[in-house]
Every structure is written in C-alpha cells, then in structure tokens.
C-alpha cells in the first residue's frame, strides 16, 4: 500500500500547503496595511494636534490622552480581525467534538433489565445466525448449541471459520440478527451488560496486558481480589513459575502491551486474571496456542478442577487441546458442520477427520 499512502499523504499536504499560502499571502497584506493606517493616523494626529498646541488652545497632556485612546481603539480593531481569523477554527473543531460526544453505542441496556437467575452457567444458541455490520456474507449461520455447566465445550475449525465471532457473541460485543444467545435461560438482550459480563471470564484471542505489576494486572479481573487468590490463579494457570523466577515476583512491572513477557507468559497471565473472577462461564479464545504441549495439559487439569460447576468453552486450533472435552463442535464458514466426542467424530465427520490427519501421526490417532 506504500504507493497509495505516499498518494494519499501528498494530496492532504497540497492541500494545506494552499490553504496555508491563501491565509498567509492575505495576512501579509492586510498587516502592513493595518500598520499604514495606525502610522498615519499618527502623523495627523500630531500635525492637527501640534498645531493646536503651537496656536495655544491645547496642551500637551491633551495630545498624549488623545493619542493613547486612538490606539486602544486601533488595537481593539486587530484584535476583532483576529477573532474573525479563529471563528471558523474553532467552530470545525467544535463541530468535531460534538460529533465524538454526540455517539451512540449500537448496543444499549434494555430498559427494564432482567434480573440474571443464579443457576449455574449455562450457555445456549438457538439458530443464531449473524452478520457483520455491511458484511455482504453472514459470518454465522444456523448455529444451535446448549454448553451447562461442569461440561467443556471445544469449538475447533480453520481460521476464519467464525469461531472468534461465535465467542464474541456471548458477552454481547455484538447483537446477533437472527436467533438468540441465552445465558443462564436469559436472552442476553435482556440483561444489563455489567450483569452479564460479571458471569464471564473471558480469554481473548490476542493476550492484553497492561502497564503496571504482575499483581495489579491480574486484579484486573477482580478489583478487591486477596493476594491469596491472585497467587492461586497464577497457580493454576500455571505461570507461578515464571512469575516467581522474576527479580520481584508479583511486583515485577510488564511494559505497555506486555512487550517485556513472552507470548506464552502473556497468555497465561491473560487466562489468570480471567480465573481470578471465579465466573460461571470461562471463555477461552484460542488461548493455549502459545504454550507448549505439556503446559497446556498441565493447565487445562488444574482448570478441570477449578470449573467443575462453570460452563467451559475452549476455541483451540491443536486437536490435543479439544480432544478430552465433553463435546465437540466443529466449525467451517459459519456453520457447525459435527458435534460429539473425538471419537464419535473421528468415525463420522470427514472434516474433523481431516484436521486431525493433519495434525497427529497414525500411532497417535490410534
Ligand atoms: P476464527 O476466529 O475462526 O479464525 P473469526 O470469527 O475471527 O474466525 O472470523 C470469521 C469471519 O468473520 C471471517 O471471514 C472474518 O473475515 C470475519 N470478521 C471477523 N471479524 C470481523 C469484523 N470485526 N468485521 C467484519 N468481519 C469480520
Ligand atoms: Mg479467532
């Protein structure tokens, strides 16, 4: 796109370029002419007044008044030009201001929010289809599925299969166009949006941290968190080793963007502040790629145990990641084309067949 850019970058310089030169070729007349007329104002101002003054019928004192009262009015004068200089300024930025402030969100609370019933988390779709806004395609078709609680629910599928837009759906990032997305029984529509995303813990695809201790990133999570359950979510997201192997432990300091851990450490300090909440449904977006096999094991048997009443769901492109979850689904362009068990779908499901041949040798699918 270099050349584009180069293009676009010279044509809103000319631009400026112009409108600078207009201004400033008008300034630098009108400037000098100010100047001639305040001076010459002057110089009849102290002819007419000397000759006054040589006939005796003023004084000098009066001549002095007289000529500070006729620049006070001249310099009002610039001054008015000048306001007419920033008006147009000022109301293109106001304009701008204004257009910020005037936004409305496309999601809003409804008016009378449904209280969230307490039953343990439990996620359903009932025919949600969904389409990007000015999406010509929807990124979602025809997507049914029930996760409950203390089950995991993997979704594998190739990437920009919609599994990410899937996931955004239940925090409510985005309103669906056909169908509903129900958490706990509730149409998500109906719930305040704190209310329904206090039940989540949710994992993005891309790692986020901020800048500040190890410790405050994690109480992102749960702002009054005790540091006992910040150690014990590190723990069982497994990044106590690394953390304690820092110069400072929980205190060491991530940079902006997290630019000073490794991808793997961002993720596992992702998913620990998202364990931190103890929520009823744990979301995690494709959230172990950066970890190696046997991290990933080790941390998805201690989440077994930390979820036993929460519903799981697990987006994983690595078919060792789904392949001990209650259920499967399988994904391809929007659609869930196999649901079941490895095995169940190991025998029935050419798709997922084909990405585990990709995937594990012969012996291991054995
Ligand atoms: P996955 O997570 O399975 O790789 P995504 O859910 O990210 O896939 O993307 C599914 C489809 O939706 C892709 O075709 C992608 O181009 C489209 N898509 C993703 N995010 C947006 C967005 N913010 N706006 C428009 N289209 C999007
Ligand atoms: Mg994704």
Redesign the pocket.
Known sequence: RGEHEKVRFNGANTELRDSSIKVNVLMATIMPVMMLVMNFSMIAILYFGGMRIDSGNMNIGALIAFIQYAMQIMFSLIMVSMIFVMIPRASASAERINEVLDMQPDLSNPEQPRGMKSMQGMIEFDNVTFR?PG?ENP?LSDISFTARSGETTAII??????????LSLIPRFYDVTEGSVRVNGTDVRELRQEDLRAKIGFVP?KAVLFTGTITENIRHGKDDATMDEVVHAARTAQAENFITEMKEGYDSLIAQGGNNVSGGQKQRLSIARALVRRPEVYIF??SFSALDFKTDAKLRAALKSETTEAAVLI?AQRVSTVMDADRILV?DE?RIVGSGTHKELLEHNEVYREIVSSQLTEEEIA
Do not use: H, I, P
């Open positions: 990007y999406a990124a599928g190739g990437t920009g299969s919609g599994k990410s837009t899937l695809q977006d494709d987006v994904m929007g």
